[in-house]
């Protein structure tokens, strides 16, 4: 990627939403859509979020990123019915205004129709601020993603009252390497059971590690080996 290139072309209006699937793997239906950011230039080059969103800057323009991702996410999924969700910044987690543009917007939709990610990097040791955003948009589907570790802090989250949780591919391959994890793995999978939140493997990439997810009695999963991410124009 050439960096000067992307700043010399940057706009909002080039940032369109990739819709990837979650599948539920007793039936392989969709179980809903993550809609993934990428900015496709007008010589259609396509980058990944990594490569441009550290450009973007300001909170202010992180939430216009995310009211424009959510606007064109929710006008291409509404129609199918698709559930689906996007992910907010860190800094969109505090902004009221952005919140309650969210909590407006949703209001007449049905519940859980639409959704949010918000990285478990941002919230680990937030579980009153995610409880808080629990309450406040109730009509959102709520998953905390990209779990890598198994401890109180996720505990919390679950409790706050969340409907799903990824877990990172590395996670996953630590807890089944390692015979005295898989304990872990499985009282995590337990209590989220209880509390109604879904159980998500995220980077399944190959059969194997979807053998091994299938094993641990995920009923969730994502990735490239599954489907990768497809614009709104994709046929």
């Known amino acids: ?72 996410s929710s006008a291409f999924c509404l129609p199918k019915k698709m559930n689906w969700s996007i992910n907010l910044f860190q800094s969109d987690l505090e902004n009221t205004r952005l919140l309650s543009w969210l909590e407006k917007l949703t209001l007449h939709t049905s519940k859980h129709l639409a959704g949010i990610e918000v990285s478990y990097d941002n919230v680990k040791d937030q579980a009153e601020l995610l409880s808080e955003i629990v309450k406040r948009l109730p009509k ?58 879904a159980v998500i493997a995220e980077h399944i990439e190959n059969e194997d590690s979807l053998n091994a997810v299938k094993k641990a009695g995920i009923k969730y999963a994502q990735g490239f080996y599954l489907q990768p991410p497809f614009s709104s124009n994709a046929s």
């Open 1 to 72: 990627m050439q960096t000067r290139a992307v700043l010399e072309d940057f706009s909002i209006e080039h940032i369109v939403p990739y819709f990837q699937p979650i599948y539920e793997l007793e039936t392989n239906c969709v179980f809903r859509y993550e809609c993934l950011s990428r900015l496709v230039t007008a010589k259609e080059q396509m980058y990944l979020p990594s490569e441009f969103l550290y450009i973007v800057g300001p909170a202010q323009t992180n939430a216009r990123v995310t009211q424009r991702i959510f606007e064109l």
């Open 140 to 197: 959102l589907h709520i998953t905390v993603d990209n779990v890598y570790e198994c401890n109180e802090n996720i505990y919390a989250l679950i409790d706050a009252g969340i409907q799903a949780i990824k877990l990172r591919g590395e996670l996953l391959e630590e807890l089944n390497e390692i015979n005295d994890k898989t304990d872990t793995l499985q009282a995590l999978i337990s209590c989220c059971k209880k509390h109604t939140c």
